[in-house]
């Protein structure tokens, strides 16, 4: 089986994506933070490890 490099992107954003929601979950307790950071990802989550 061979992965490709859009497989790894597609991965990645997935990934980005729950470890923004579950940190904005976690911190906020709301569904809509959650979605808005969720759709952010990425951008969230290296923001957080900035502020924190």
């Known amino acids: 089986m ?4 859009g497989d790894a ?6 990934f980005g994506s729950a470890l ?3 940190i904005s979950w976690s911190l906020n307790k ?3 933070w959650a979605i ?10 290296i ?6």
């Open 20 to 22: 923004a929601i579950a």
């Open 9 to 14: 992107v597609k991965h990645g954003i997935s």
């Open 2 to 5: 061979k992965s490709g490099k």
């Open 36 to 45: 808005i950071h969720g759709i952010f990802s990425w951008l969230y989550v």
């Open 30 to 32: 709301s569904i809509i």
């Open 47 to 52: 923001y957080y490890v900035i502020v924190r």
